[in-house]
């Protein structure tokens, strides 16, 4: 089987956000994969395991992403694409990264393509079933089970809550859930086999895109921190005269009761 | 320019969802003065027309199909797509609900527009309307709009921006017939696990869970305070992994961003992945025995103390005054 993986590199989400001149700043902070995207990885490998074939990896992004395609390389996958976009693309938004993303697609014969369900940087989660429309193949988000029996893919999806149960068949695009797996770690030996395995790297000109084709239709004005939280109150006392206390206070003066 | 705006008007449970009023309420500002036209798409859904007029909608437009029954991209795209044929609209407004998020990509791609997803406020009005989104799981926030001439198309998180005030008005319902075919994904099941009646991302009372409820037992009162105050019960990761609960309750990072008018944290030390799903909530309450906590930094009224004996209570004084 001929699977594909879409990979982010993400802000650690640890990391305390430096907001200067309306942009996050990167300088120093600790980068790495989307965590929905590793739910989509290890997925990717366990399917791989069960049914043969080739998982690969790929992402859009500038040399330090390499970082991050070489951990899903020592989790298991067989070989990594870094598409540069550093040169050519100065804003890039979901319809570029779908753009490129389903132009290097698009002659792959992919059976199965897998990506998280939202990057928790930007947050969209366009990006999967963008890509999906673009190869004209079908896709199914927030996955929480993935089962593959000859052409037929049974899964089942999270739906505010409630998980979906549903049919569809391969070719296919899929979008990680949480508890779809429990994500491996690489392995020391795993690490030392990621060095050895290919990782190639692209350009918009290997792929025969224009920089006009993929410019942002969307544009981003500002980026600032949310107004700082203002101490709360700790209550005190006894603890049934703070309950009255509370009670009459989420009455009276935050007016929410 | 005002605009003519497609809202996507979503049912759940035999009813139209507050998400779908607070669109309308969204689609009249970037409309600028302009016409909103709901869509409604489902199996039978023309009954729900007269009340997305009363909150705002100038006209709706139905697609009844027995394959709209359950939501599918395919079907409900190829429905969407033959009103977006039909109406030619300027901009569209869904709301980032399972169906919003899964369906509005591939719409947005179809139409080759920028989506702006899960906007949670918007700026100025027609043609100026600047929108407002989270970024970092709500660390920050950025401004965007659309680049050039296109679609303006947005999604808004549930309970963020105000419906317009329900009155009687009158607005032309119509239907729209649209052949429904090659369905790649059939439907078998939908197995519920979320509690009746109250959504957690639409809830506006949230009691929350954490380690500290110790057992599934454990979050009894906590569901008790949630049924007597309409609300909803989420849960921390920690109570999740634990099998306290189902991951369906998680707020987090990973799990839900809720923001509910007020957020009880019962038992939650406010790691940071839990605070991205809630920080956001108008009022916080800490319930913690453990005074150095982090979730008592966000909260805007906190109690040390042992849940057990304050949640009860929570719920007895409450009995006395509603």
């Known amino acids: ?257 | 320019m005002s605009k003519k705006v497609l809202v996507l008007g979503e049912t759940r449970e035999g009813a139209l969802r507050n998400v779908s009023f607070e669109a309308i309420a969204a689609a009249k500002k970037i409309s600028g003065g302009g016409e909103v036209v709901a869509v409604l798409l489902g199996e039978s859904v023309s009954d729900f027309g007269n009340e997305l007029v009363a909150y705002g909608a100038d006209r709706v437009i139905t697609v009844e199909h027995p394959h709209l029954k359950s939501y599918t991209s395919d079907g409900y795209g190829q429905a969407f797509m033959a009103v977006v044929d039909q109406e030619q609209p300027e901009a569209i407004v869904f709301g980032h609900t399972a169906v919003g998020k899964d369906l509005s990509p591939k719409i947005a791609s179809k139409l080759q527009t920028g989506l702006i997803s899960d906007v949670t406020d918007i700026e100025g009005e027609g043609d100026d309307a600047v929108f407002i989104r989270p970024i970092y799981s709500g660390k920050a926030f950025e401004k965007v709009k659309l680049k050039e001439d296109g679609v303006v198309f947005v999604t808004v998180r549930p309970n963020n921006i105000a419906p317009l005030e329900r009155e009687e008005r009158s607005g032309d319902v119509s239907s729209l017939s649209v052949d429904i075919t090659n369905l790649r994904t059939i439907i078998k099941n939908v197995v519920r696990k979320s509690a009746e009646g109250v959504d957690l991302s639409e809830a506006k009372v949230i009691i929350a869970g954490g380690r500290g409820v110790k057992s599934k037992e454990g979050f009894e009162p906590l569901q008790e305070l949630a049924d007597l105050l309409g609300g909803a019960v989420g849960a921390s990761r920690g109570a999740c992994d634990a099998d306290y609960c189902d991951y369906s309750l998680q707020i987090g990072q990973t799990g839900k961003v809720v923001t509910p008018d007020l957020y009880i944290a019962a038992g939650i030390s406010g790691a940071i992945q839990h605070m991205a799903g809630m920080s956001n909530s108008k009022v916080i309450v800490a319930i913690n025995k453990d005074p150095e906590a982090n979730i008592f930094k966000v909260a805007d009224y906190g109690i040390v103390g042992d849940l057990f004996d304050v949640i009860p209570l929570l719920t007895e004084e409450f009995k006395k005054v509603m």
């Open chain 1, 1 to 257: 089987m001929n699977i594909y993986v879409l990979v982010k590199r993400t802000f650690d989400t640890e990391e305390k956000l430096v907001v200067s001149g309306g942009q996050i700043q990167e300088d120093g902070a600790e980068f790495i994969i989307n965590p929905y995207d590793e739910y989509a990885i290890e997925e990717a490998i366990t399917v791989r395991d069960a049914h043969g074939g080739e998982v690969t990896v790929v992402t859009i992004g500038d040399e330090e992403a390499e970082k991050q395609l070489r951990t899903a390389l020592a989790m298991g996958a067989d070989k990594a694409v870094l598409i540069n976009t550093e040169d050519d693309v100065e804003e890039m938004d979901q319809f570029t990264a779908a753009y490129i993303l389903a132009e290097y697609l698009k002659d792959k014969e992919a059976d199965l393509i897998l990506a998280g369900n939202v990057a928790i940087d930007g947050g969209s989660g366009q990006v999967g079933p963008r890509v999906a429309d673009l190869l004209d193949i079908n896709y199914v988000t927030t996955i929480t089970s993935l089962e593959i029996e000859g052409e037929t893919v049974k899964i089942v999806r999270d739906i505010e809550g409630d998980a979906e149960e549903l049919e569809t068949s391969l070719p296919l695009l899929v979008t990680a859930q949480q508890g779809l797996n429990e994500p491996r770690y690489p392995s020391l030996p795993g690490i030392m086999k990621a060095k050895k395995k290919p990782l190639e790297e692209l350009e918009l000109d290997d792929l025969d895109i224009d920089e006009e084709d993929v410019e942002a239709k969307t544009e981003t004005i500002e980026v600032y921190l949310p107004p700082k939280k203002e101490a709360g109150r700790i209550l005190e006392g006894e603890i049934p005269s703070q309950v009255s206390e509370l009670v009459s206070l989420l009455r009276s003066e935050a007016k929410v009761i």
